[in-house]
T-cell receptor, first 115, second 119 residues
């Protein structure tokens, strides 16, 4: 099955700096890669996703890059703010209709943005 | 759009009792919903895939007789923890995708979770 590795497990940055979280996946059939932000006591919130036919996607201060050949994808947050502090999870999924159509999550990154 | 509502947000029950958790897709129909369990400071562990009108598919190691899943409509799935024990205490989260089986890689949206404490 799919295995998703996520690094770092914790990340502390100063407000205004950039934060980068990296994930690798093992299943070359995976073609959908979402990122979730989870605040304490809440469910994960989808913040951005990318499909395998795209190399990069950006939404304001958040961007995701995908390298299919190397099987890794990264989340980039620029101009970080204290409210960005949360746990971030990456995930990977195979196409619908095939076997194992389910998200496999990384172990999460606790991001702390210091004012 | 794409709101998933989960109820209750917190529940405390006594050992041996059963607890039902509801997951609703408020503004879309979901033929498939997923139930996850999350331990403190850990990632989400998929427990089962809930399919409307058919039996749920459970992940390896998850007891189907203990975690009963019912997906009777396109907007509601329920998870019942039967004969709960303290080790069942956890954060349970449901999720759903927008669209039908023909949708291609629709995003997965999560509810806000249910904190279950078994005393």
């Amino acid at each position: 099955g799919e295995n998703v590795e996520q690094h770092p497990s914790t990340l502390s940055v100063q407000e205004g700096d950039s934060a980068v979280i990296k994930c690798t996946y093992s299943d070359s059939a995976s073609n959908y890669f979402p990122w979730y932000k989870q605040e304490l006591g809440k469910g994960p919130q989808l913040i951005i996703d990318i499909r395998s036919n795209v190399g990069e996607k950006k939404d304001q201060r958040i961007a995701v890059t995908l390298n299919k050949t190397a099987k890794h994808f990264s989340l980039h947050i620029t101009e970080t703010q204290p409210e960005d502090s949360a746990v971030y999870f990456c995930a990977a999924r195979r196409p619908r209709g095939g076997s194992n159509y389910k998200l496999t999550f990384g172990k999460g990154t606790l991001l702390t943005v210091n004012p | 759009g794409a709101v998933v509502s989960q109820h209750p947000s917190r529940v405390i029950c006594k050992s041996g009792t059963s607890v039902k958790i509801e997951c609703r897709s408020l503004d879309f129909q979901a033929t498939t919903m997923f139930w996850y369990r999350q331990f403190p400071k850990q990632s989400l562990m998929l427990m089962a895939t809930s399919n409307e009108g058919s039996k749920a598919t459970y992940e390896q190691g998850v007891e189907k007789d203990k975690f009963l899943i019912n997906h009777a409509s396109l907007t509601l799935s329920t998870l019942t923890v039967t004969s709960a024990h303290p080790e069942d205490s956890s954060f349970y989260i449901c999720s759903a995708s927008v669209g039908s089986e023909s949708s291609y890689n629709s995003p997965l949206h999560f509810g806000n979770g249910t904190r279950l404490t078994v005393t």
